[in-house]
């Protein structure tokens, strides 16, 4: 099964973007054009990662929902990785986003740098799938 990431994004255009890219590297991409309320919505997707916007429509429903995520125990440890263009509202909270280790990716981005946070972050749990894979591959044999 492959890596399950959500991606949250008010802009279609950008959604297709990150679908396009995400699949490309072998993750499954589920998209939402708004922040979903219930975060058990969330959780019964059981995504590795969520790609954030920070602002969704004209409000910062992004800072909600990151919260929520981090308040419901289910998803508190799944990573986010907050994506947006608002450099102002930001800027302020960068330094505690880093130490809660929430990545940056300011728009617009560079498909590079997006995806070297991607894989910054999913490379620890990858690695330990493959690992796990590695076991059950084992086990197989001796049997």
């Not at 499954?28 to 997707?45: C, G, H, K, P």
């Not at 910062?60 to 919260?67: A, C």
């Not at 617009?108 to 591959?137: C, M, Q, T, W, Y």
Request: with cysteine; proline share 5%.
């Amino acid at each position: 099964m492959s890596t399950q990431v959500l991606v949250i994004n008010d802009d279609a255009s950008i959604l297709d973007l990150f679908k396009m890219l995400l699949e490309d590297e072998g993750y499954e991409v589920y998209a939402s054009l708004e922040t979903i309320e219930n975060v058990v919505d969330v959780e019964r997707i059981q995504p590795e990662l969520v790609i954030l916007d920070l602002k969704i429509g004209m409000h910062q429903e992004g800072w909600v929902m990151m919260q929520k995520l981090r308040m419901y125990p289910p998803t508190a440890k799944i990573p986010i990785i907050l994506c947006t263009a608002a450099l102002d509202e930001v800027s302020e909270q960068e330094a505690t986003l880093i130490d809660k280790g929430i990545p940056v990716v300011y728009k617009p981005f560079d498909l590079e740098e997006l995806l070297k946070a991607v894989h910054s972050v999913l490379a620890p749990e990858e690695i330990r799938r493959k690992g796990d894979g590695k076991a059950n591959n084992k086990e197989k044999s001796k049997s």
